[in-house]
């Protein structure tokens, strides 16, 4: 670019010699070669200051390679693939603790089922015992009237 300027520069003074009116525009492309020679130098020392890591650049590449096979293979875009996966993940976090889930789940019915077999033996001790107070007063009751409990006249 800057030999381009340069020669740019050269045939502008020629013309100049040729057409004075022209030489208005010699300092602004001066300017231009100057600019653009010290961005050049300034862009010469930054890339000398890199430190390139052919390991690293290497590791860089196949990455690449390997998202933009990833994008041909499962017609995503980038966005789209960092969804997915993370869907993904949220699914086999889910299904790798189905197991404990399934077994949660086996230990709050056990606990359900002993509480409720628990309550039924309850509930029968109850009615055993009210059953054999209701069975006294109805014999009570029942007696004045000549009939016997259990359902037969004396």
């Given at each position: 670019?800057?030999?381009?300027?340069?020669?740019?520069?050269?045939?502008?003074?020629?013309?100049?010699?040729?057409?004075?009116?022209l030489e208005n525009a010699l300092p602004g492309l001066e300017e231009a070669r100057i600019a653009v020679d010290e961005t050049?130098?300034?862009?010469?020392?930054?890339?000398?200051?890199?430190?390139?890591?052919?390991?690293?650049?290497?590791?860089?590449?196949?990455?690449?390679?390997?998202?933009?096979?990833?994008?041909?293979?499962?017609?995503?875009?980038?966005?789209?693939?960092?969804?997915?996966?993370?869907?993904?993940?949220?699914?086999?976090?889910?299904?790798?603790?189905?197991?404990?889930?399934?077994?949660?789940?086996?230990?709050?019915?056990?606990?359900?089922?002993?509480?409720?077999?628990?309550?039924?033996?309850?509930?029968?001790?109850?009615?055993?015992?009210?059953?054999?107070?209701?069975?006294?007063?109805?014999?009570?009751?029942?007696?004045?009237?000549?009939?016997?409990?259990?359902?037969?006249?004396?």
């Open positions: 670019m800057t030999a381009g300027l340069h020669s740019a520069a050269h045939a502008l003074e020629q013309a100049v010699a040729l057409d004075p009116s050049v130098r300034s862009l010469s020392r930054y890339a000398g200051s890199l430190d390139a890591d052919p390991a690293s650049l290497e590791e860089v590449e196949r990455r690449r390679d390997q998202i933009a096979r990833l994008v041909r293979k499962y017609r995503r875009d980038v966005p789209e693939l960092i969804r997915w996966r993370e869907e993904i993940g949220r699914e086999l976090l889910l299904g790798e603790d189905a197991t404990g889930a399934l077994e949660r789940a086996r230990a709050r019915l056990d606990e359900a089922r002993a509480a409720c077999l628990a309550a039924g033996r309850s509930l029968s001790r109850y009615r055993i015992v009210r059953g054999k107070e209701w069975s006294m007063v109805l014999t009570r009751e029942l007696a004045p009237l000549g009939m016997d409990a259990r359902g037969s006249s004396s």
